[in-house]
Every structure is written in structure tokens, then in C-alpha cells.
């Protein structure tokens, strides 16, 4: 089943949020304290946040863990 | 354009219609402007980001929200001449992180 995403990237705030649902839901920290997941009541994963963009390594890759379930899975 | 909030130590705070139009996008934040100037002027929590020393991230508990009982944070940059909203969110629990007020 094909996914559709949604990438915001703001310049100015040098934050970006990938959505892959619309739903309601709200944020949930991960172990990386720039990356946030959205997910919905049930748990399910709806997109993440990132701040500070611009400072990722261009080096290293930037690597959290999301703890939600995927959808469908 | 932007509007001018105030934060709880009076300081103006920029939140640009593009801004503002992004967080309202969010079903679950969708009426709740008011609430977003609210926790700004009067959180229960401030705390330091711990990823960039200029962000704070303001938090103001709020009951039956669309998806149950949380915390709204607005996060706020602060550079010398400047501070700008950069995203407002409901969330479960307040990050860790330097609690600077109250």
C-alpha cells in the first residue's frame, strides 16, 4: 500500500516535521532529545519532528528510535 | 506577517501566520490559538532545551484535549534581538532538561 508523506521544513525555526497521517495525535520523545514522534491514541506512528536541521553531522547519520507502532503492522 | 505574543517574563514573541497556519493544521490543534498565547503568558513549566540553549519550551496542562489530557508545549527561540515561536504541540509527558520557571 502506498504511503503518502508530508515534509514541512521551516527555514527560519530550522525545523522540519515528516507526517504520514493526518489524524489527530500528539508528540512523544525519543531517546534523541531533537526528535520527536507523533503519534495517535493508539499508539500508531503518524510522522516525527526535527529540530535544529541544519546542525546534523554531515558525517554521521542522525539516528533515533521510534517506539510507536506502525500502522497496518 | 506575524503577531506578537507575550511570554511570562513580558518578552515580545513573533509567531508568523506561515507558523501558526502549520501548527493549526494539526486536527488536534486546531482551536487552540488561544491556548497557545495562554501557556506563553502563563506556563506552569519552562524548561531549557537540552539540544539548543536558546530554545525554551513553554508547557501548560490542558484536560480533554481532543486526545486526552496533556501538556501543550510552545517552543520558543530567544536570539539577542529577537524570539520567535518555533512549534506548538500536545505532548504526554514535559521533556527532561533544565526546569527554569517557575
Request: net charge negative; charged share 25%; aromatic share 8%.
Amino acid at each position: 500500500m502506498a504511503l503518502t508523506l508530508k515534509i514541512w521544513y521551516d527555514k527560519e525555526a530550522d525545523f522540519l516535521e515528516v507526517i504520514f497521517s493526518d489524524k489527530a495525535g500528539y508528540m512523544r520523545e525519543t531517546d534523541h532529545d531533537g526528535i520527536m514522534e507523533r503519534i495517535d491514541e493508539e499508539g500508531n506512528i503518524l510522522g516525527f519532528s526535527v529540530m535544529q536541521v541544519s546542525h546534523l553531522s554531515t558525517e554521521k547519520p542522525l539516528i533515533a528510535e521510534l517506539v510507536g507502532k506502525v500502522q497496518g503492522g | 506577517m506575524s503577531q506578537i505574543l507575550t511570554d511570562y517574563q513580558g518578552r515580545g514573541v513573533r509567531l508568523t501566520d506561515e507558523r501558526l497556519a502549520h501548527i493549526l493544521l494539526h486536527p488536534e490543534m486546531a482551536n487552540m490559538e488561544k491556548e497557545i498565547a495562554i501557556t506563553l503568558r502563563n506556563p506552569q513549566a519552562v524548561r531549557k532545551s537540552r539540544n539548543d540553549e536558546n530554545v525554551c519550551l513553554n508547557y501548560r496542562y490542558y484536560l480533554g484535549t481532543q486526545v486526552g489530557d496533556k501538556w501543550l508545549c510552545v517552543v520558543v527561540k530567544y536570539i539577542e534581538t529577537d524570539a520567535f515561536v518555533i512549534t506548538a504541540y500536545l505532548t504526554d509527558k514535559q521533556k527532561k532538561g533544565e526546569q527554569i520557571w517557575p
